[in-house]
């Protein structure tokens, strides 16, 4: 049986949800973000370690303004939400991505959020807010670069260039899951994918239920993983 460690997920199709039911946009954004409590919640009963959602890339400011604005609002809603809960459940909140370009606002309730639960034991939540991967790796070259000006030794391994990582503190990624049908990576956790199983759903975000993701986590049980081997 493969032991699942960390999962990430590509939270996609809250706007296909919304038109769907002939609803603004904002009214699917709310609704993915309440199903971020459900999944969370699920994981952490079925004992995954880490689970690494992405709820904003660096390119989707690129989207109308009032609909960046309200996605930026969420946090808000969720923390307020559901911070007790998390907490009640021993789980731990953590954050990749550039957090100083987000609004003030957002930024200190993640930090608080952060700072409440870094005590917890219990499953990670590992928010991907402006995020990408590319601007990931390239920060951890110039880092290590950086170093090198410095006069730490020149002998760069993958091990120790996971360090200079977002992710350097969490285990490799086992299981990547996109919803809503798209197959495609869109610059999340590229260095960090490089032997997860890659599972891909038509179901949109919003109606990711603890059903559908079982299934996500049997297909992921059935598949033999040979790391390049036999």
Known sequence: MNNINHIAIIMDGNGRYAKEKGLLRTFGHKKGVENVRKIALFSNKKGIKVLTLYAFSTENWKRPLEEVNYIMSLPKFFFD???????????KVMMIGDINKIPEEAKNIFLEAIEKTKNNTGMILNFALNYGSRQEIVKAIKNYCQDVI???ENNLSEEEFNNYLDTKDLPEVDILIRTSGEQRISN??????SYSELIFTNVHWPDFNEEEFDKCLHEYQNRHRRYGGI
Request: glycine share 4%; charged share 25%; net charge negative.
């Open 81 to 91: 939400s559901y911070l007790k809960e998390l907490m009640e459940n021993n789980i």
């Open 188 to 193: 999340f956790l590229l260095y960090q994918i």
């Open 150 to 152: 410095d006069g730490r």
